[in-house]
Structure formats: structure tokens, C-alpha cells
């Protein structure tokens, strides 16, 4: 089973490599992430980049946790 997100708006999926947990984490503490990527210099997972990219791309928009087999 993967986890990922999914925009209702633009019905665009991303499904970064990482458990439901850490998904739910990211999105509820996005503002947390967003300070940790801008004062680490490369130091963030792939997951949370990827994340935070989809996240980024679609502010303002329905963000839901979906999961796919
Ligand atoms: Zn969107």
C-alpha cells in the first residue's frame, strides 16, 4: 500500500515513499517543514521535498491523504 496526496482541485496525485504518518505530519506542520527546507542546505529526505513541492504547488487548494495498492 502506498500513501500520497491527491489535489481535488486539480485531480493530480503525488505518492512520495514514506508511511501515512509522516504524510499526515508534513501536511499539518507544513509551516514547521517549510522553515526546516529553507535553513537546511540539502539536508531534507526525499519524501518531504516531494511533498513539500506538491504541497507548494497547490496552496489554497483540497489536499487529501490517499492511498493506492
Ligand atoms: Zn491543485
Redo the contacts with the bound molecule.
Sequence with gaps: MQHGYK?E??ETAVFPTTTRTELQWLRNRLHVAREVAQHSSGGLDSWMMEGLEFLND?QG?AIVLVARR
Excluded: F, K, L, N
Design positions: 489535489c482541485d486539480c497547490h487548494h
